[in-house]
């Protein structure tokens, strides 16, 4: 049975900086990718990065682009979402999520999610 655990999280000054990992086990990752996606109080989950497992290629959403960077290391099977220049708005649950399509931004084309991670930005 696959596993994500996310690890990482916590209370960081505004424009400081946190890195989140998240590691998959239960199968071979070759295929597919791996997205984090974040959630704050009162607001729908929003797509934050992907990475696919083959190329390690990237996507991100625009309002991380130049600050957050995504990366991967197949032979730990482990993603990594480092996260610069914090704002207020990054505090969520980051929830790292695995996917059989590749490069993937809608949740509902992810199979496996992690429990989640909270990242609080202080202002």
């Known amino acids: 049975q696959v596993q994500l655990v996310e690890s990482g999280g916590g209370l960081v000054q505004a424009g400081g900086s946190l890195r989140l990992s998240c590691v998959a086990s239960?199968?071979?990752?070759?295929?597919?990718?791996m997205g984090w996606f974040r959630q704050a109080p009162g607001k729908e989950r929003e797509f934050v990065a992907v990475?696919?497992?083959?190329?390690?290629?990237?996507a991100y959403a625009d309002s991380v682009k130049g600050r957050f960077v995504i990366s991967r290391d197949n032979a730990k099977n482990t993603v990594y979402l480092q996260m610069n220049s914090l704002i207020a708005d990054d505090t969520a649950v980051y929830s790292c999520?695995?996917?059989?399509?590749?490069?993937?931004?809608?949740?509902?084309?992810?199979?496996?999610w992690g429990q989640g991670t909270q990242v609080t930005v202080s202002s």
């Open positions: 999520a695995l996917s059989s399509w590749r490069a993937a931004t809608r949740p509902d084309v992810y199979d496996y």
């Open positions: 990475i696919t497992w083959g190329g390690g290629n990237t």
């Open positions: 239960g199968r071979a990752f070759s295929t597919g990718s």
